[in-house]
């Protein structure tokens, strides 16, 4: 009698918490969505934001974050439909997925520069359209980064007056920087598509503005390279009584290295292949080998490293490939071509032995 | 001597371009070896490899530099824009006269006109031959105040002028503006910073060197044509044989949609907003301006250099009649 008066009480409790559940969810969702997906929305963008961001920026494995990326952004930003957009985590996602796509376009690149050495000329005009459209892929994805990162900091980059955003933790400091990084290079994937994504050129004085907003040393002189950079491309945008940007971009390395994250040596190759200077372009890419021996790489940052190591591979295989028709021997990394150096090694008389 | 023949085949085998020497060209383009203008050049190389050709490219950011290296001889070729290449070839360095060609299709059949097996003769001048030449878009004029909307109000007004450029600063002193002396590298800037009211520069320039800050909430684009910008190859003479040099010619001017796609582009990331409209009532006033300028740079009168090269004058008169014969210089006593 009393169990059977005690369960419908126990019934209408758990009822009456569900009730208040659903209403609390609903509440929370608004009315248009379904509350599952909405808190579901909510706690995978928490997560990728406290978790999986921090995890995936200590991976050692560029490509398969780039797999990630490409494989999670869609799944990540369809909860944009019912909840909040996940802009800084969509951010990293979605320069991840752009980097997928490079690598293809860098494959494509180096077939061109391999058959154009071997004068298979229409082979090279097949790999180098290859190379475009796969630009102008990477260029859009790489524009929606920035567009994200700037949008998940309410960062106005075209502001007549810069206004930097409140950063409050090292990853929103870092989501900020990289989303510059990646704007400055959806404009050189949209040039070398033959400006088939359209991305808008203006993003290279903005981020030349904007990258003054976070600490240069901290972030490996990622900052000042971009600005070195910037001033290169556009003369005017560079201060009064500054140094030369080319020193600026050294500099930046070195600080680099330092930090334990060579991104800036990327840039500082990037400078160089854009402006000519194969001299620079030789001493970065020896000057990242023989960093190889004493780095200390950042944990936290393992993997800024290693695509920063992707770009100057990259930098020193087109230069191989241009020059010999193949890409860089792995004994020659930080060499630009195949001379050995053993011609100081003493030799034996073999006239006894013949 | 079998082994010696191997060796030779094995050598030949291992370096089959060893004996091509390249040509080197230094390559203009504002943001060097990852701007568009390059990487044409190197759509360009590409197709003349199937011609036997093997360019080297460099990039320079700075004309005067890419053009200077060609002359010290450390470049065999340039690409540059025709108003550093005037001196090569006064011919094809006349296609960017002041407002000489008012339409891209006037500029389509000069091009088409040019590239022609017949048009080879006016393609060399003195040690230099033109290998091809490329559109890079219209000049237009902006200004920061919409109201300087016809050449009387340019009077007194301050104009970012390339110091290089004669025929422009004849131009500007001509509608009695203010000539200040600039260079690709600064001229947006004082656009931008308001020292001066007005530039002249390609659609390009309005988002990459963000000329919209200069323009503010009141300035414009005058949507006339005040000049076809090219970029032109030259070489010193010899450096393609004569047919080399004709497919040359053929290859750079199928490069002609290309280029112009870009340049829509361009034009077409200019809001609607930012256009000044020229009434058509004015437009033939302009145009008999921009003639009269023409006639005195041709001719070297008025106070003006002889910069103008006069068949292509005549050239560019005859398109222009062509595409409009009701215009009043085809029946003028004067025509160019």
Request: glycine residues 8%; charged residues 25%.
């Amino acid at each position: 009698m009393i169990s059977s008066l005690v369960k419908p009480i126990v019934c209408m409790a758990a009822m009456r918490t569900k009730l208040l559940t659903l209403a609390a969810l609903a509440l929370l969702a608004g009315c248009s969505a379904n509350p599952i997906y909405t808190t579901t929305g909510i706690v995978l963008s928490n997560y990728s934001e406290g978790e999986a961001t921090p995890y995936v920026l200590q991976m050692s494995d560029p490509e398969m974050a780039c797999a990630l990326g490409e494989g999670i952004d869609p799944l990540l930003y369809s909860f944009s439909r019912v909840t909040d957009a996940p802009e800084s985590t969509g951010s990293l996602m979605m320069l991840l997925a752009g980097n997928c796509v490079e690598y293809r376009a860098w494959e494509a690149e180096l077939e061109y520069l391999r058959e154009d050495y071997a004068g298979n000329v229409p082979a090279a005009k097949d790999a180098r359209e290859r190379s475009k459209r796969l630009n102008a892929e990477t260029a859009k994805r790489r524009y929606i980064a920035y567009q994200r990162a700037m949008a998940a900091y309410d960062f106005d980059p075209g502001a007549e007056e810069l206004e930097c955003p409140f950063l409050f933790t090292e990853q929103e400091e870092l989501t900020f920087l990289m989303g510059l990084l990646t704007g400055l290079q959806a404009i050189v994937n949209d040039a070398n598509s033959g400006a088939m994504a359209g991305v808008p050129r203006n993003i290279a004085p903005q981020a030349e503005r904007a990258a003054q907003c976070v600490d240069n040393e901290k972030w490996g002189g990622i900052p000042n390279a971009i600005r070195g950079l910037v001033w290169l491309l556009l003369p005017d945008t560079r201060p009064n009584l500054s140094p030369d940007p080319w020193e600026v971009l050294e500099d930046s390395s070195e600080l680099g290295i330092a930090a334990g994250f060579r991104a800036s040596m990327a840039l500082e190759a990037v400078a160089a292949e854009t402006f000519g200077k194969p001299e620079v372009l030789e001493d970065v890419i020896k000057r990242f080998a023989e960093a190889d021996n004493t780095i200390v790489v950042r944990d936290d940052y393992r993997l800024v490293d290693e695509v920063a190591r992707d770009v100057i591979q990259f930098s020193s295989d087109k230069h191989w490939t241009k020059n010999y028709g193949y890409r860089t021997p792995r004994r020659h990394f930080g060499k630009m071509s195949p001379e050995s150096n053993n011609e100081e090694v003493e030799t034996m008389d073999l006239d006894d032995l013949l | 001597m079998i082994r010696k023949s191997l060796a030779a085949l094995s050598l030949v085998a291992a370096a089959p371009f060893a004996a091509a020497e390249p040509i080197k060209m230094c390559v203009f383009d504002v943001i060097g070896a990852n701007g568009d203008m390059f990487n044409m050049v190197e759509d360009y190389a590409l197709e003349m490899k199937a011609h036997g050709v093997d360019f080297d490219l460099r990039p320079y950011t700075d004309e005067g530099v890419a053009v200077g290296d060609f002359n010290s001889g450390q470049c065999d070729a340039v690409a540059a824009t025709d108003l550093r290449t005037r001196p090569f070839n006064k011919f094809t360095g006349s296609i960017s006269a002041v407002g000489a060609l008012p339409t891209y299709d006037d500029l389509k059949t000069v091009l088409a006109t040019l590239a022609q097996p017949k048009a080879a003769g006016l393609m060399q001048q003195g040690d230099y031959e033109v290998l091809g030449i490329v559109p890079v878009g219209a000049g237009y004029l902006f200004v920061n105040d919409r109201s300087i909307d016809t050449a009387g109000e340019l009077a007194g007004k301050r104009m970012a002028t390339l110091d290089y450029q004669k025929d422009a600063i004849h131009m500007v002193n001509h509608v009695k503006a203010t000539v200040v002396p600039s260079d690709i590298t600064n001229f947006a800037g004082k656009f931008n910073n308001g020292s001066v009211d007005t530039a002249y520069a390609p659609a390009f320039a309005y988002e990459a060197l963000e000329l919209y800050k200069g323009l503010g909430d009141n300035g414009g684009i005058v949507d006339y044509p005040l000049a076809q910008l090219t970029v032109q190859v030259i070489a010193r003479k010899g450096a393609l044989d004569a047919d080399t040099a004709q497919q040359s010619r053929e290859v750079a001017w199928g490069m002609y949609g290309q280029a112009m796609n870009l340049i829509r582009g361009q034009e077409k990331a200019i809001p609607d907003e930012k256009w000044i409209n020229i009434p058509d009532s004015d437009v033939e006033g302009y145009q008999e301006m921009f003639r009269e300028n023409r006639l005195q740079l041709r001719d070297g009168s008025n106070g003006a250099d002889e910069v103008y090269h006069p068949k292509m004058m005549g050239l560019l008169s005859k398109i222009r009649c062509s595409s409009n014969p009701s215009a009043s210089e085809c029946t003028a006593s004067d025509r160019e």
